[in-house]
């Protein structure tokens, strides 16, 4: 590695934990728990994944799309059993890397990656505009006013042109990081009234002597019972958790493979991902994943080796033992910008410009995503994406078995299949032969096709009865030898012919 690298990787990781101090303490709260809790799990799971993960360059930590399912068993269990099933999340993570699960996430189509990208970057801006609220004496949150806003509104437009111009002056130093040094000196130089960090912390725990400052992390063994009904209660939240988390992180994964022209191991990330959330649930953190946006900023920032992320983690361990008085200075409308900058440069502006010449159905399911990641979840988003580009896929696909036809030497009338068989096209394939007019002997031909389910294996064995009742007999050519044994239950109703039919070699995946 080189010089400059090194200093990118430094630097880029300090830019990245100055963005992970607020977002740790929101993301806690959002789960219920002490802020702690979360700058722990992102500064444990973020060291141990940039460490032994698949993605060198992506930031991993606590994450709103956790939070959001933690909330309910913190709120009905209490905490110990939130630590309970991290633990469990994390040994779920490291079986589905262990069974290389993790290259399916190579199924994901196009446009529901693009969908994936624009969600996530509308609820990134969405998150950022709880800033612009002040909480009032009940408890409510009011928007801010007058000099107040203009002031917040000036300060998020100074952080995001010194990150967008200054790189066109010097590559020297992150213009994020630039960014946020300018702006913190400016508010405490002037003392331009703003919200800071502590003032964010303070309002969330509504302690006014809040602090991120804390001592190093301990084991402890979750204090749950050693039960089965503790593993009743633990495992469907576990299981939930390890998934979002495995998305979130493999989905980033491949975007960062986009946008930096390498290739990640996804299998790997899937184990340091579960070895991560094991660590943390036994140190009391509240587990996490990869984060899209702290990794955005790391890669924009020239953060592209395993130093940014352990860098990063570093950093903010030291900011919580040494630097907290420091970070708590940071105004929020500094990392409010950075956030900005974030989703001008996450969200794909070209879909804009595509999305009329792609086909309708691709158009449908990238909107599709982008909708439901914002009002629901990324989990949800991504399972109804590639369900329904599947089921466009096996509709499109049901129209393409064709046959031509033609009468042999034998006189018998043979059946030159081209197109997939499966549950989509069993129809069109039926629909295809012409049973009551057809000679005696009747051959379908599989050299050009091929059966992909079992519902083409019982269309075939329906054609055979429908033969059958006329009285004739129906010959199969070129099928593959692992549906043979399948038709047996066909009997004397087909006549497999076995001679030159292909072994179908199965394909594999060694990329991980």
Known sequence: MSKSNIKNDLLSGLTVALALVPEAVAFAFVAGVAPLVGLYAAAIVGFITAAIGGRPGMISGATGALAVVMVSLVAQHGVEYLFAAVVLMGLIQIVAGVFKLGKFIRIVPYPVMLGFVNGLAIVIFLAQLGQFKIPNADGSLSWLTGSDLFTMLGLVALTMAIIQFLPKLTKAVPSSLAAIVVVTLLVTLLDLPTRTVVDFLASMTGDVEASIAAGLPSFSIPMVPLNWETLSIIAPYSFILAAIGLIESLLTLRLIDEMTQTHGQSNKECVAQGTANIVTGFFGGMGGCAMIGQSMININSGGRGRLSGISAAVALMLFILFGAFLIEQIPLAALVGVMFMVVIGTF?????????????????????????????????????????????FAWEHAKHIQA????????????????????????????????????SDVVVEFKNARVVDHSGLEAIDALAERYEKEGKRLHIRHLSRECHTLLKQAGSLVEVNYLEDPDYQVATDKLD
């Open 404 to 439: 031509n036809t033609r009468i042999d030497e034998n006189g018998w009338k043979v059946y030159d299949l081209n197109g997939p068989l499966f549950f989509g096209s069993v129809s069109h394939f039926l629909e295809i032969f012409d049973q009551k007019n057809d000679p």
């Open 348 to 392: 794909e502006w070209s879909s804009f410009r595509i999305i009329k010449k792609v086909p309708k159905h691709d158009a449908f399911v990238l909107i599709l995503v982008s909708t439901v990641t914002v009002f629901t979840d990324l989990a949800i988003a991504v399972f109804v994406g590639v369900i329904v580009s599947a089921l466009v």
